[in-house]
């Protein structure tokens, strides 16, 4: 079973950035899509970047410019490096790894990491 761990979250001030990583167990990157979602109180969890296994990115419209996500194969981690960090960003980030399998979608999950922004 994949594990994800995830580090890097933290108070910054509006306008600050962070790095949040994400430590797979294994090396699942060629056949895994990487995600980070995020969960604010009171609503439900959305997707604000994703990597698919061939390296194309997506993000949500709220981030775009702003979060980019990445990955270093030989670590087996990803990283989301969030700039111009807006109060509205905090939220806990959960980093996703997702496979299709036949008729079945994998899903693993990272135990979450806090990011508030707050002056």
């Known amino acids: 079973q994949v594990q994800l761990v995830e580090s890097g979250g933290g108070l910054v001030q509006p306008g600050g950035s962070l790095r949040l990583s994400c430590a797979a167990s294994?090396?699942?990157?060629?056949?895994?899509?990487m995600g980070w979602y995020r969960q604010a109180p009171g609503k439900q969890r959305e997707l604000v970047a994703a990597?698919?296994?061939?390296?194309?990115?997506d993000y949500a419209d709220s981030v775009k410019g702003r979060f980019t996500i990445s990955r270093d194969n030989a670590k087996n981690t990803v990283y989301l490096q969030m700039n111009s960090l807006k109060p509205e960003d905090t939220a806990v980030y959960y980093c996703n790894a997702k496979k299709r399998v036949a008729t079945t979608t994998l899903y693993y999950w990272g135990q979450g990491t806090q990011v508030t922004v707050s002056s």
């Open positions: 990597i698919s296994s061939g390296g194309n990115t």
């Open positions: 294994e090396n699942i990157f060629s056949t895994y899509a």
